[in-house]
């Protein structure tokens, strides 16, 4: 195989192969299960019409179903999760089969949750096709879906058996869809690795011309980001919660626009700028670091500021943080470039502050 596999400490440890081929996934698999095991393929419309064929191409030893979900965020709930049930009954599914979650992290989160709870849970291995899923949501067996009360708040903590990554899926990725990826990519690189942020500033031209040699090495880098959080702290007691950088302040940016009109993406590129205004204030970082972080973004071509927001409003949002604990906000800081703190002491006046600096 090509690439690089990195494994995942966990209670289930699983490994996550980068820069692999989807024509492969097939060989790897009959290493670990044996010939004729039923695989169903839950993808979308898009990736499905995209990769379906690559993927089967190697799967010929195996008995393939495929399920194909409607496009969108909307497809995350538990309707979507009894239809699918229904539908692996019809192709005889049973506790032995095996799903392949083929998409972005939609994909993941959704198939992955059935398999967490088909027959009390059947194996599934996640293949992400977007920047996003590569280098965030595939990894850390983290699976969910949404609720009118709202997102994610049904899951579980669920390890697939591998994540299989093929990096050149993303050729064909629109760029708003790269930039989601891309913000969680500068995250990686804000909170955990100083030497990876030089890295993406000197080769920021390539980047934005989706040069897809840059982009196996930037999507290897800030994958082994995760990694390396997850395997420390699975399940987000305490390292793990790093990850949440720029996310709080983003979280209710992305709830005050009813989650139209701003992308994850750019939420957690203004709230990373909020974020590291009032790590200023504390002294944590320099001008010059705050200044570093939104050059960087803009020239990605990520927000660092909105219009016409009203911060009072943006600060009781956060208060309906999932992360907060016991009333009080709990806040991801850097401490300087490529290291972070949680911070369970922030006070409402300097978050207010924090979001007038970012408000124009
Ligand atoms: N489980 C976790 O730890 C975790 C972490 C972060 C985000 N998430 C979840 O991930 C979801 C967002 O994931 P996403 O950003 O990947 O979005 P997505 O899954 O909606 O995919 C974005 C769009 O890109 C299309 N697409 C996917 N791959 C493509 C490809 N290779 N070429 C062309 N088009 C392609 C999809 O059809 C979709 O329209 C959210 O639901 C979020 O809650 C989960």
Redo the contacts with the bound molecule.
Sequence with gaps: MQGQRIDVVSEKPYPVFLGAKLEELGEYLRTRLVEGTHLIIIT????GE??LDSLQKGLKDFRVSTIIVP???EE?SLDRISELTSEAIKLGADRKSVVLAL???????LA?LFASLFMRGIPYVQI??????MV?????????V?HPAG??LI?DFYPPLAVWSDFS??????WE?ML??LA?TVKHALIADESFLSFIEENQERVCQRDMDLYKELTARSSAVKVKLVSEDEKEQGKRMLLNYGHSFGHALEAEASYKGIT??QGVSIGMVAASYLALERGMLTIADVARTIKLLKVLGLPVEIAQKEPQKLLELMGADKKNHQGQKVLVLLKGLGQAIVVRDAQDEEIYRAWKKVIV
């Design positions: 979308n419309p898009t990736v995209l990769y496009q969108g965020e995350k998409g972005g992290g939609v994909i993941g989160d992955g992400p096709t977007t920047l996003l899923a965030d949501s595939s990894i850390g067996g983290k699976v969910a949404n997102k994610n899951g899926t993303l050729e064909t990725l629109p869809e989601n990826g969680e994850h993406g």
